[in-house]
C-alpha cells in the first residue's frame, strides 16, 4: 500500500491529500529516511511525521485496504 494511503487509512493523518504533501515537503521518514508518497509500506517499517516542535513514530504492524476506525490503531504501534 501507498505510503499516503496507508496513514490515511491508519488516521494518523486526516486526509490522503495532506499526507501527500506532508511526504512531498520532507516531513515523513520511513526507517530514517525521506520517503516520497509512492513508498510501498510494509509490517515492520517504522515511519516518523513531524508535526510542527512534534515528532510522532509508529511501527507498522498490519497493512489492510479498509479498516473501522475503531481498529484503525490495531495498524500501529507508537514507539
Given at each position: 500500500m501507498r505510503l499516503?494511503?496507508?496513514l490515511k487509512t491508519a488516521r494518523?493523518?486526516?486526509r490522503r491529500t495532506v499526507a501527500?504533501?506532508?511526504c512531498d515537503n520532507g516531513l515523513v521518514t520511513v526507517n530514517g529516511r525521506p520517503a516520497r508518497a509512492s513508498?510501498?509500506?510494509k509490517?515492520?517499517?517504522t515511519i516518523?511525521?513531524?508535526f510542527g516542535m512534534r515528532t510522532v513514530t509508529?511501527?507498522?504492524l498490519s497493512v489492510q485496504e479498509n479498516?473501522?476506525?475503531a481498529e484503525a490503531a490495531a495498524l500501529y504501534r507508537e514507539v
Amino acid at each position: 500500500m501507498r505510503l499516503d494511503k496507508y496513514l490515511k487509512t491508519a488516521r494518523l493523518i486526516k486526509r490522503r491529500t495532506v499526507a501527500n504533501e506532508a511526504c512531498d515537503n520532507g516531513l515523513v521518514t520511513v526507517n530514517g529516511r525521506p520517503a516520497r508518497a509512492s513508498y510501498e509500506v510494509k509490517v515492520g517499517d517504522t515511519i516518523s511525521m513531524r508535526f510542527g516542535m512534534r515528532t510522532v513514530t509508529v511501527e507498522v504492524l498490519s497493512v489492510q485496504e479498509n479498516v473501522r476506525q475503531a481498529e484503525a490503531a490495531a495498524l500501529y504501534r507508537e514507539v
